[in-house]
């Protein structure tokens, strides 16, 4: 199974993740199949980037599969023009691909959100 997992991290704790994958390639220990891990350094960013509108959007390709935009804006009932630019985003964010008839979809078996709030995080103002 291939997931995203969307969280929040600071740097030091990016930097500590991947000095440990580096030690274990360097060693040529074998390493697990990787997910997909998109961090942010703060809540605000975290949810300034993943908003209700997205993440409707989000759930709605991983419910009913691949779509055009032009449907994705029908069946949610908003305009093409906000949806085509919240999917531009999401395609950068690389939570969606498109196929190649340009419709898009959820390339991941299931996405994660982590966000504890026992985890030290700036909160930016």
């Known amino acids: 199974m291939n997931k995203a997992i969307i969280g929040i991290s600071d740097w030091a704790a990016m930097r500590k993740g991947l000095l440990a994958l580096g ?3 360097d060693s040529r220990s074998r390493i697990p ?3 997909y ?3 942010f350094a703060t ?10 509108k ?3 959007l989000l759930c709605r390709l ?3 599969g691949t779509l055009s935009v032009y449907r994705l804006a029908k069946e949610t009932g908003r305009n093409y023009s906000n949806v085509h630019a919240d999917i531009m985003r999401l395609l950068e964010l690389e939570l969606v691909s498109k196929d190649e008839k340009g419709r898009v979809f959820v ?3 299931d996405v994660e959100i982590h966000a504890s709030l026992s985890t ?3 909160i930016a103002a």
């Open 107 to 109: 390339p991941w078996d």
């Open 33 to 35: 199949d990787a997910d």
């Open 120 to 122: 030290p995080a700036k």
């Open 62 to 64: 991983k419910q009913e």
């Open 54 to 56: 997205r993440m409707e």
């Open 43 to 52: 809540p605000t960013q975290l949810f300034s980037e993943l908003t209700p």
């Open 37 to 39: 891990y998109l961090n």
């Open 23 to 25: 030690n274990k390639l």
